[in-house]
T-cell receptor, first 118, second 114 residues
């Protein structure tokens, strides 16, 4: 079974600075998908960024980018120019490819609480 | 609002009572997932529907838990004879097939068992 580990229960950053959230995972599959989801307090979880394992290029979405190291099974999220609205719980998640027995379900890490200081 | 809708948002019940949560997915989404999230933890998979068929259930889903998705539209999650350990946030998510990879989540239904 796949596992996802986020070793940083809490992180903090000053507004406008850069912060990196860490994630490692364990799998025997060669093809899979990785995600970062954001869960603001009392609000629904939303997708931040997605990475397909077969793509060597790291995904980028505006101020959010990932450092995907497939051999090391590492998938970190970098948030540049942090904003107060970035404060949330961030979850790293793993998904097996379509056609497998996972039916697209996600396996989540424990989460990292990000605090943004003005 | 065309997002995933969950009701009720918060349910407080006494131990031993039955509770039911409802999830209305995004209308064209054929896949529906239930997750449970305890405070400070990541969501844990409970069960999955493709249309009306329940295709996978986690071992976390004891016999007291039952989920349905009649007609492949909304879904209900019922917990019978609730226990204090059932207190958690129950999240519903939907997706259109598996290839897109993105699950859209509702705001969750928080259960408190006294």
């Amino acid at each position: 079974a796949q596992t996802v580990t986020q070793s940083q229960p809490e992180m903090s950053v000053q507004e406008a600075e850069t912060v990196t959230l860490s994630c490692t995972y364990d799998t025997s599959e060669s093809d899979y998908y990785l995600f970062w989801y954001k869960q603001p307090p009392s609000r629904q979880m939303i997708l931040v960024i997605r990475q397909e394992a077969y793509k060597q290029q790291n995904a980028t979405e505006n101020r959010f980018s990932v450092n995907f190291q497939k051999a090391a099974k590492s998938f970190s999220l970098k948030i540049s120019d942090s904003q107060l609205g970035d404060a949330a719980m961030y979850f790293c998640a793993y998904r097996s490819p379509a056609g497998g027995t996972s039916y697209g379900k996600l396996t989540f890490g424990q989460g990292t609480i990000l605090t943004v200081h003005p | 609002d065309t997002g995933v809708s969950q009701n009720p948002r918060h349910k407080i019940t006494k131990r031993g009572q039955n509770v039911t949560f409802r999830c209305d997915p995004i209308s064209e989404h054929n896949r529906l997932y239930w997750y449970r999230q305890t405070l400070g933890q990541g969501p844990e998979f409970l069960t999955y529907f493709q249309n009306e068929a329940q295709l996978e259930k986690s071992r976390l889903l004891s016999d007291r838990f039952s989920a349905e998705r009649p007609k492949g539209s909304f879904s209900t999650l019922e917990i019978q004879r609730t226990e204090q350990g059932d207190s958690a946030m129950y999240l519903c998510a939907s997706s259109l097939g598996a290839n897109t990879g993105e699950l859209f989540f509702g705001e969750g239904s928080r259960l408190t068992v006294l």
